[in-house]
């Protein structure tokens, strides 16, 4: 089983709030990720890191900034969240050290912004 | 660029066995994935082809054939717990050894 956390998992928050999602774990992997997905729609790719200190953008435009200053912590944060944020956030890691990098998935954010 | 197509829905009964199929556009293939995904909860791994051929694990058996840019998931003695959508990812060389994912298939199976 895999050793991926985020908290919170549930969130509802007023629209210009400034909101951190947390992502930890503990299987010292060097790639992270973050994903996007609306309720019946594929996932798409925000935020990733190849490792300390890394960080680039995805394919899908986003308002959210990351860091990666421990390697296995992963936070995303919204300066000012819009009702347009509503969605669920899923944070991912894998090994590139691993043969096949396999994905393991936290168990996501659910974020709404009211 | 990238393009991956799965069938939205499927639905199958209980006992039976179900193949869902998933094609793929690519301009550096490096690995293909299958998870599922229950309602409301994170993807979980179920198998990986980086080689044409059969991969078998369980009642999941997973097939890839990378000149034709194809793959299927093969579910066997099919339960109600196999409720769920399954993605299709496939790990893209010229986008970071990145993964794109398919829109997700969402199986019902019946009693």
């Known amino acids: 089983e895999a050793d991926i956390y985020q908290t919170p998992r549930y969130l509802v928050i007023g629209t210009g709030k400034k909101i951190t999602l947390e992502c930890s774990q503990t299987m010292g992997h060097d790639k992270m990720y973050w994903y996007q997905q609306d309720p019946g729609m594929e996932l798409h790719l925000i935020h990733y890191?190849?490792?300390?200190?890394?960080?680039e953008k995805g394919d899908l435009s986003s308002e959210s900034t990351v860091s990666r200053i421990r390697t296995e912590h992963f936070p995303l944060t919204l300066e000012s969240a819009r009702p347009s944020h509503t969605s669920q956030y899923l944070c991912a890691s894998s090994a590139s050290t691993s043969g096949a990098e396999t994905q393991y998935f936290g168990p996501g954010t659910r974020l709404l912004v009211l | 660029g990238q393009n991956i197509d799965q069938p939205t829905e499927m639905t199958a009964t209980e006992g039976a066995i179900v193949q869902i199929n998933c094609t793929y556009q690519?301009?550096?293939?490096?690995?293909l994935f299958w998870y599922q995904q229950h309602a409301g909860e994170a993807p979980t791994f179920l198998s990986y082809?980086?080689?044409?051929g059969l991969e078998e694990k369980g009642r999941f058996s997973s097939f890839l054939s990378r000149s034709k840019g194809y793959s299927y998931l093969l579910l066997k003695e099919l339960q109600m717990k196999d409720s769920a959508s399954y993605l299709c990812?496939?790990?893209?060389?010229?986008?970071?050894?990145?993964?794109?994912f398919g829109p997700g298939t969402r199986l019902s199976v019946l009693p």
């Open positions: 990812a496939v790990r893209e060389q010229n986008y970071g050894q990145n993964f794109v």
């Open positions: 890191s190849y490792g300390v200190n890394s960080t």
């Open positions: 690519t301009s550096g293939f490096n690995g």
């Open positions: 082809n980086v080689l044409d």
